[in-house]
């Protein structure tokens, strides 16, 4: 048979086409009848309900201020601003992410706008006590379920850049700033990083010196390494910054210090001497407007030396009461540890939401039928896609009380806590990030193509989350610290023939625990042997961590480079640290629920 001729063709399509035009107009039958493979129902409809109380759980999870998160749910669903959407009975809140990035950090602006004038921020800086903390907690993580972006760049503004107000600052400047930066009036960055610079903080090359005739100090960035760079706030909103700097005092450096800079007027005009540029498009969070900054010599009062822990009087005399630089250097860094207590929070709701929308979906989706003429089979009955959620899900349990509790331990923090919030903050932020990627990762190839789509969130939300392992403290980074901090308790523990006290070690102070020789079912899944093998597993880390350093110092080597070689016993020892400390605070957490089918529930998800 030959093929048709053109003329044919379109002689074909025409009638085709007429076809479908004549029956869009004269029939009154669907042309598709609906029929049974596209039909929906919500898993929670087509599932039993849970055995046990759903407000109980939420209550477990969230764990504080439920009235003020759905206070501020209610907010969002309110305004347009939100891109309020109904479906199913229920309205939906997200951005929209095809925007442009300018789009995108406008609508961020408009948001903190509405927010601020419906009073989410009310006593953000201005308020004092744990209550007040975990309020502000709360209503953050609630921003960030909305949009990380939104989070980030309040978190900046309030936790960055009012923070260091807050800890570095003394009377002078939480009264002249705290209120203005609580009610957005004055809108503050954090300028830490430069472009030469980033973990290793001490190493930045901005310098300021004290002009005494003026009594003004001078920041200068001396060379295109100095830039600050990745700048929350710095490319288009911020109108003041904190600067960190080396300080030069009469030829001397005594090291890196925070001051208060001006880097637009009131108009958002750049400030004289100070040169602004975008770091442009990034892979998420484009609602933040990241940038760089110079100093090209820029002037500022003397009093704009954040001074808590040092100062300099008016004739250039340097004072500070903590004589060792290394002890300095740490106070400076103290606001970035609840910076860092945000972040591992953020991410276990980050966890939450991929796994709750991936679980949903397997709950509804079919693939293949294993008999002929047989309904296809729903994802999460193979057990293989069980195996891919649900670990997670336990998992992602049991960092929601990891979180929950070093909040807790953030809001009561006194100084001699000062040091174990340092570390579990530092472990938590780490493992708690490096758990939500893999998280989200699992979460969106179980989604299959769907979970592609940017609406569908999760793949979107790898791009959004991913900075969290790197940004207030990258996690490689941050984990060697939790090691080294390790290290330093046993030595000091040794040499001063001390019990350990703190950081959890202290059941370093009863002998070994026995691992029985018979490992039945309900041994291995008893929570005194789960706690025995991580206790066991952190105690031989440490003890061979300890034991390799000084081995290699006596072979001529110095500590820090000993530190380098021993690298893998350091990491595997932050994590068996992490592990242990994660998994205490789920066993303490479900040890405070009465029994009942929430504590059998939440004991499934532990053993
Ligand atoms: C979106 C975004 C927003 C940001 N916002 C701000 C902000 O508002 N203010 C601000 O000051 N900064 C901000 N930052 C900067 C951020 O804090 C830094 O990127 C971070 O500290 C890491 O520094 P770096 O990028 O220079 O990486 P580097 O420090 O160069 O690290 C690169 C890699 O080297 C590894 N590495 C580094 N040191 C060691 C070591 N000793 N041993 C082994 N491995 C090592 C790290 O693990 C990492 O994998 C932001 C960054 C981003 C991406």
Not at 100 to 120: A, N, P, W
Not at 540 to 562: N, V
Request: aromatic letters at 8%; proline letters at 5%; glycine letters at 8%.
């Amino acid at each position: 048979m030959g093929s048709p001729s053109p003329a044919d063709q379109v002689s074909r399509r025409a009638q085709v086409l007429a076809g479908h035009l004549r029956g869009l107009q004269t029939s009154t039958e669907p042309s598709l009848s609906p029929s049974p493979c596209l039909q929906y129902s919500p898993p929670e409809l087509a599932s039993p309900p849970p055995d046990f109380n759903l407000s109980d759980m939420r209550k477990l999870m969230d764990g504080h201020n439920l009235q003020d998160r759905d206070w501020l749910f209610g907010l969002m669903i309110q305004s347009k601003l939100f891109n309020p959407r109904v479906a199913g009975g229920r309205v939906f809140v997200s951005p929209d992410y095809s925007q442009s990035m300018e789009q995108q950090r406008e609508m961020t602006m408009k948001r903190i706008h509405y927010l601020l004038d419906c009073g989410v921020f009310q006593e953000w800086l201005t308020g004092r006590g744990p209550e007040v903390e975990m309020r502000k907690f709360a209503l953050h993580e609630v921003i960030g379920m909305y949009d990380h972006s939104l989070a980030v760049k309040l978190g900046v503004h309030y936790f960055l850049w009012g923070g260091a107000i807050q800890f570095f600052g003394t009377k002078r400047h939480h009264d002249k700033w705290l209120r203005d930066t609580e009610n957005y009036v004055i809108k503050g960055c954090f300028a830490m990083t430069e472009l030469g610079h980033g973990s290793n903080v001490r190493g930045i090359e901005t310098v300021t010196t004290y002009d005494s005739k003026t009594g003004e100090f001078v920041i200068n960035s001396p060379c295109e390494s100095a830039q600050k760079y990745w700048i929350g706030g710095a490319a288009n909103h911020a109108t003041h910054t904190i600067v960190f700097s080396q300080l030069n005092i009469n030829g001397k450096s005594e090291g890196v210090h925070a001051f208060i800079a001006q880097i637009r007027d009131t108009d958002g005009n750049i400030c004289p001497n100070v040169r602004v540029a975008d770091c442009g498009h990034k892979i998420g969070l484009n609602g933040v407007d990241n940038g760089r900054i110079w100093f090209d010599n820029v002037r500022i009062p003397r009093e704009n030396l954040l001074n808590s822990v040092a100062d300099v009087s008016p004739d250039g005399q340097y004072l500070s009461a903590i004589k060792d630089p290394d002890q300095r250097f740490a106070a400076f860094l103290a606001p970035l540890t609840s910076g860092r207590v945000t972040i591992a929070s953020s991410a276990v709701y980050s966890s939450k939401m991929s796994l709750a929308i991936a679980i949903r979906y397997s709950l509804t989706r079919r693939a293949f039928s294993l008999t002929p003429n047989q309904p296809e089979v729903l994802l999460l009955d193979y057990p293989s896609h069980q195996r891919r959620l649900l670990p997670l899900l336990a998992k992602t349990y049991a960092m929601s009380f990891a979180a929950n509790y070093l909040k807790m331990i953030y809001v009561k923090r006194t100084p001699e806590s000062n040091k174990t919030i340092h570390v579990v903050s530092s472990a938590f932020k780490a493992i708690l990030t490096w758990h939500n990627m893999r998280t989200l990762q699992e979460c969106r190839e179980a989604c299959g193509g769907q979970g592609l789509k940017t609406e569908n969130r999760i793949g979107h939300m790898k791009g959004e989350y991913d900075v969290q392992s790197t940004f207030e403290g990258d996690n490689n980074v941050l984990m060697q610290q939790v090691s080294k901090a390790l290290l330093a308790e046993y030595i000091a523990v040794q040499k001063r023939n001390r019990p350990f006290k703190g950081l959890g070690l202290e059941h370093l102070n009863k002998s070994c625990p026995d691992v029985p020789s018979q490992l039945t079912s309900s041994t291995l899944r008893s929570s005194q042997f789960q706690t025995d093998i991580f206790c066991l597993r952190e105690r031989d880390l440490l003890i061979r961590f300890a034991a390799e350093i000084s081995q290699l110092q006596a072979q001529g080597l110095s500590r820090e480079y000993a530190l380098l070689q021993s690298y893998q016993l350091a990491e595997d020892l932050g994590r068996a640290f992490s592990d242990r400390a994660i998994l205490q605070t789920f066993l303490d957490a479900e040890a405070a629920v009465s029994s009942g089918p929430l504590k059998v529930n939440i004991g499934n998800f532990l053993l």
